[in-house]
């Protein structure tokens, strides 16, 4: 009986409140993150790291774009003028683009990895202030944290494929320039909010498969919070500077969705 209580509740639940649910968490999770200044800094330390390593590889296909896209779009040389130009200039937006994507999914991952201490710190900050017990799955903190930069990696490594259809895609009339663009910042956002919320869902006792279980039980509330945090980063130092607050929003994101699939499953 509860649980088909649970699903009921679940189906009325309308997709626009479930995004103003995911998008309200990042904004409490800023909140949380600035009234903790010393664990606000810890945060920022190893994503501007991270953003360090990073940006050369961005700087460089920013800077070398116009000869990116003239080789890329080879066929195009015998082309008018007007159409070969329309053409390149097509192919540098679909670049930029999924560019950006990889970019801000593999940042994630490689800042998750470099500061997973900081992070749980921050995550167990926000559980404790929330009365959420701590669980101790028995294992050292090294095997977490290698479990941790595995799973990152695995999640990284899938936006690439990704990442070079939507680029492909963004070649396509009107669609490309429309349809894509939105279809990346879904995409990131779903992303990132399984990437985010390792360390809250382990903490409850979810591997990624079970992560992913939870979050598309909630699908519109993760994507609100994903897409919020995937434009957010993509603001110049938006991903140093929020990067606590973003995963102290995935916690609290994880806390709301884990008691609603407890309540189903009840």
């Not at 195009?76 to 130009?85: E, F, I, K, N, V």
């Amino acid at each position: 009986m509860g649980q088909v209580a649970g699903q009921a509740a679940g189906a009325a639940r309308r997709p626009a409140e479930e995004i103003i649910t995911g998008v309200r968490a990042f904004l409490r999770g800023a909140a949380l993150s600035l009234g903790k200044p010393g664990l606000f800094l810890l945060g920022i330390l190893p994503a501007g790291l991270a953003f360090g390593l990073l940006a050369g590889v961005v700087i460089t296909v920013l800077v070398f774009l116009p000869q990116e896209t003239a080789t890329l779009t080879w066929f195009a040389d015998s082309w008018t003028p007007g159409l070969r130009t329309l053409t390149r200039v097509v192919a540098g937006l679909a670049l930029v683009g999924g560019v950006g994507l990889v970019s801000v999914l593999v940042f994630t991952a490689l800042t998750l990895t470099l500061g997973g201490p900081f992070y749980d710190m921050i995550s167990g900050y926000v559980d404790d202030l929330n009365g959420v017990p701590e669980q101790d799955d028995g294992l050292p903190w090294w095997r977490d944290w290698a479990r941790g930069a595995v799973e990152s990696l695995r999640l990284a490594l899938f936006a690439v494929p990704v990442g070079f259809a939507l680029f492909l895609a963004g070649f396509l009339p009107a669609v490309g320039q429309t349809v894509v663009p939105v279809l990346g910042a879904l995409f990131g956002g779903w992303m990132l909010a399984l990437e985010l919320s390792g360390t809250p869902f382990s903490r409850r006792g979810h591997a990624l498969a079970g992560r992913r279980a939870v979050l598309r039980g909630r699908r519109w509330a993760t994507l609100g919070f994903g897409t919020a945090v995937f434009v957010a980063f993509l603001i110049p130092l938006g991903a140093v500077l929020l990067m606590p607050a973003a995963v102290a929003g995935a916690t609290l994101l994880a806390g709301e969705l884990t008691e609603d699939s407890t309540a189903r499953d009840g």
